[in-house]
């Protein structure tokens, strides 16, 4: 049957449904009422038609890079162009195939002019032959001799090894690919000093061979900072992974690390280093590569004042006071008030600049009230403690001084507690969106420990361990799109009893970010009227988004779990249900409808971002 533009419309609207099966009614409408006019609006506008036989890899580049493609559609079109169209319609198609590997492609054009009836017709008819194969590649890398340990790395990222389809464009970007790659481990002066790409038609075949020069070795070289009026730049050079000029040979991935470690410092709104090869172009002389370090300050101090609400803590206000350069050393000073349903909190912590091994030391004080499930606890916490940052991993081990009172309902005041812990806390992030993620994971750990001989009411030694997982679905089948979202937590105090604990180390569950279905936190051990922490705590989750529109997905998920004092008394419990997400400017807005099988009851659950 020959295409027409309605059935070509009729066609391209049927994919959604194959796709996307939460669109599929969407669609069917589409076809239904939009396809018959959609068509007559195509072949008002179409200057001629045009038909591609050819392999489906093929059809799209023929149809948008030759010119009898571009001007179909165009309003400037002169059928006296027609003529040169056609006589340029073989050349590029041959072009295009032959960029694509098939070197003995033929192309033929035909052309039938319009009638009453229907408009003029263009065929193109492609025969591409046998694809070339790459049969060989010789690849000769000179240098000093530890350049050579980089062959199998630079062989591995070659993107037309033998026995591959070989096309133009990554034989292009081949070259340029090697290039970057020797420059970006230092060899800035490295240089293709001979390519070549022998292609035999008849026998199908291309055999590869590049030779490149790698040039000796560059070390990091002198600094030079723009931005800073505020602050030293001692606070700068310190945070480099490197010493000093001529320190280290050029790593373009300690480039990264160095600027990471600067938009994560909390002094600079944005940071940029970059290497200035031009320098080095310029003096063949150089024997390192020089750095610009380009930085916007952040303000010394500011005053902030937020708000939001969430179906667990209900509606929240922050004002808060942060000082960044405290004592002209660059010691940051964070402190606030935290106003909410459920909490009433002052803090402040003042850390030291980090250091380029992403050390740093902090101390802060904490007071809170926190009034949930019956349990009325008054908190104060001091601490202090030394960290460390990586691209991805933070690590803080601190010596923590608790002490709580407490009132349940029901029970009365209970006697007060107090602990001081020595703790470690690990965590990873490897997400490619801190914001709104959509593929990899996060884990965190955490080991801590009191003992009754040293100002702790009781012995004990907590641990605690939470992992997420993002997977995308594959593309191309009908989760196109979706994302899977896994959550696992577990936890253990190993004491003799839980009495004499500060409640922060015991174990509670429930709410938006846990076990949807329950109330906040109202997963436990019953002590009078109240729900108290447990010893033990395990659960896990699993949740499916998929699109339905731009920036909407319809999900659907299953929490279980359960906070006890024991093992012998955990009895996890069930929720489920339905939700829609919003992938707004400041990260997922989230709306779950949820059943609690345990309590026989459906909730409503609403939050901003993901709790990691």
């Known amino acids: 049957m020959r295409a027409t533009p309605a059935t070509r419309l009729a066609h391209r609207a049927r994919l959604p449904v194959l796709r996307r099966p939460f669109a599929a009614i969407v669609a069917i409408v589409a076809i239904v009422f939009v396809g018959p006019l959609g068509a007559v609006a195509a072949s008002a506008a179409a200057n001629y038609e045009l038909k591609i036989d050819a392999l489906d890899e093929l059809v799209e580049p023929i149809r948008t890079r030759t010119l009898v493609g571009r001007w179909i559609d165009d309003p400037g079109f002169d059928p006296a162009q027609m003529p040169l169209f056609l006589e340029r319609a073989k050349t590029e ?9 098939f070197f003995s492609a033929q192309a033929e054009v035909s052309y039938e002019p319009a009638s009453a009836d229907r408009l003029a017709v263009v065929r193109i008819d492609v ?19 530890q350049v050579q340990k980089l062959r199998d790395s630079l062989l591995g990222r070659w993107p037309l090894p033998e026995g591959s389809f070989f096309r133009s464009a990554p034989w292009q970007s081949g070259k340029r690919l090697l290039i970057d790659a ?9 240089r293709i000093v001979d390519s070549e790409a022998r292609v035999d038609p008849r026998n199908t075949t291309a055999a590869l061979a590049i030779r490149i020069e790698s040039g000796p070795r560059l070390d990091f070289g002198p600094m030079t900072i723009e931005g800073l009026s505020r602050y030293d730049a001692s606070i700068v050079r310190a945070l480099a992974p490197w010493e000093g000029e001529g320190s280290q040979p050029y790593d373009f991935d300690e480039v990264l690390a160095f600027q990471a470690q600067l938009r994560r410092s909390g002094y600079f709104d944005s940071a940029e280093v970059l290497p200035d090869f031009a320098a080095v172009l310029a003096d063949p002389q150089r024997t390192t590569v020089p750095l610009r370090v380009d930085l916007s300050e952040r303000r010394e101090q500011r005053v902030t004042l937020g708000v939001g609400i969430s179906s667990d803590e209900g509606p929240r206000a922050l004002l808060g006071y942060d000082h960044r350069n405290v004592f002209d050393e660059g010691w940051q000073l964070e402190s606030g ?3 909410q349903r459920v909490r009433r909190r002052v803090f402040a912590s003042l850390r030291t600049p980090q250091k380029a091994s992403g050390h740093y030391y902090q101390g802060g004080v904490r007071i809170e009230r926190f009034d949930v499930q019956g349990e009325l606890t008054d908190k104060q916490t001091a601490f202090i403690g030394e960290g460390k940052r990586s691209v991805d991993t933070d690590r803080f081990l601190a010596l923590q001084y608790q002490t709580e009172q407490r009132n349940l309902r029901g029970v009365g005041d209970v006697a007060s507690t107090r602990a001081l812990t020595l703790g470690y806390t690990w965590s990873k992030r490897r997400l490619d969106s801190a914001l709104d993620p959509r593929r990899g994971y996060t884990i965190s750990a955490q080991l801590s420990g009191a003992s009754h001989s040293l100002l702790s009411d009781r012995s004990f030694v907590r641990f605690h361990t939470r992992a997420m997982r993002f997977w995308p679905m594959p593309d191309d089948s009908f989760l196109d799109g979706g994302i899977l979202i896994g959550l696992a937590e577990i936890g253990q105090v190993f004491a003799a009893g839980r009495d004499g604990i500060p409640s922060e180390n015991l174990f509670r569950t429930g709410g938006t970010s846990t076990i949807r279905g329950y109330d906040f936190l109202s997963l436990g051990v019953r002590e009078g009227r109240a729900v108290v922490g447990g010893r033990v705590l395990a659960l896990g989750s699993l949740e499916y988004q998929h699109p339905v529109r731009r920036d909407w997905y319809a999900a659907v998920f299953a929490d279980a779990g359960d906070a006890a004092d024991t093992w012998g008394g955990y009895r996890a419990v069930a929720g489920y249900g339905v939700g829609v997400r919003w992938r707004s400017p400041v990260g997922p807005v989230s709306v779950d409808l949820a059943y609690g099988d345990a309590v026989r009851d459906w909730r409503v659950h609403f939050s901003v971002g993901y709790a990691f």
Do not use: C, K, M, S
Not at 127 to 145: I, K, M, Q
């Open 93 to 101: 198609t041959e072009a295009i195939a032959q960029a694509a590997g």
């Open 127 to 145: 025969d591409a032959g046998a694809r070339t194969t790459v049969n060989r590649f010789d690849f000769v890398l000179e240098g000093p001799p």
């Open 182 to 190: 020797l420059q970006q481990r230092g060899y800035v002066r490295a």
């Open 337 to 339: 008030v935290l106003l």
